[in-house]
């Protein structure tokens, strides 16, 4: 699992360069298995075998981030930029912080995984921890404009390998931004028409 992913980022640079674009990649350094087991005994969640071996790779990574922008340094779940996907540390703090937000005190809330920088809405990924399918767990996309109960009926993937294939393949192969799952114009747009605003700026 996830031989393809070096690939897939070169891929990628390819297209950057092609379009003039800022973008890169940050992957952070592989959990221990102790490092899951710790969290997994801490939150009394199992994770997902598609995300725990992604985690196993890379605890934690930053996608199709651009250049310029930053991250900041009072919460280890905001990027102002690209798509953030959670280390264990992260994990922790932002479905706290989720929680918070919530006013649900239903502790079945879906898992967040990724934060969206580069929509900056506030929109973040997860996964359905309630459904899972093959020991997998469908993720969605949480749009924090809408109550949470709402969230379960937003599948975008099948699984956590899924969904970061899926967005590679929206950049490789159409030219596109990442975050597939949005429908409309305002999102729904090519890297192409990015580029062109970018070099009249």
């Not at 996608?63 to 798509?83: E, N, P, R, V």
């Not at 239903?106 to 920088?117: E, H, K």
């Not at 999102?187 to 028409?193: A, E, G």
Request: with cysteine; net charge negative.
């Amino acid at each position: 699992m996830y031989e393809w992913t070096n690939d897939s980022i070169e891929q990628s640079y390819k297209i950057f360069n092609e379009l003039s674009l800022d973008w890169g990649f940050k992957l952070n350094e592989p959990a221990t298995e102790e490092d899951l087991r710790e969290y997994e005994l801490t939150t009394g969640i199992t994770l997902p075998p598609s995300y725990r071996l992604f985690l196993l790779k890379h605890n934690g990574a930053h996608l199709f981030l651009s250049k310029s922008g930053s991250l900041s340094t009072t919460y280890s779940w905001w990027a102002d930029s690209g798509i953030l996907v959670f280390g264990t540390a992260a994990l922790t703090e932002y479905r706290n912080f989720v929680y918070k937000l919530s006013d649900n005190s239903d502790r079945r809330l879906p898992l967040p995984i990724a934060y969206l920088g580069r929509i900056g809405t506030g929109d973040f990924c997860s996964l359905d921890m309630n459904n899972s399918t093959d020991f997998e767990s469908p993720v969605l996309d949480c749009n924090p404009d809408y109550p949470s109960d709402e969230w379960l009926n937003s599948v975008i993937a099948n699984s956590f390998e899924d969904w970061l294939k899926e967005m590679f393949s929206r950049v490789i192969s159409h030219k596109s931004f990442p975050e597939y799952w949005f429908k409309d114009t305002l999102y729904d747009c090519s890297l192409c028409s990015r580029s062109q605003e970018g070099n009249q700026d």
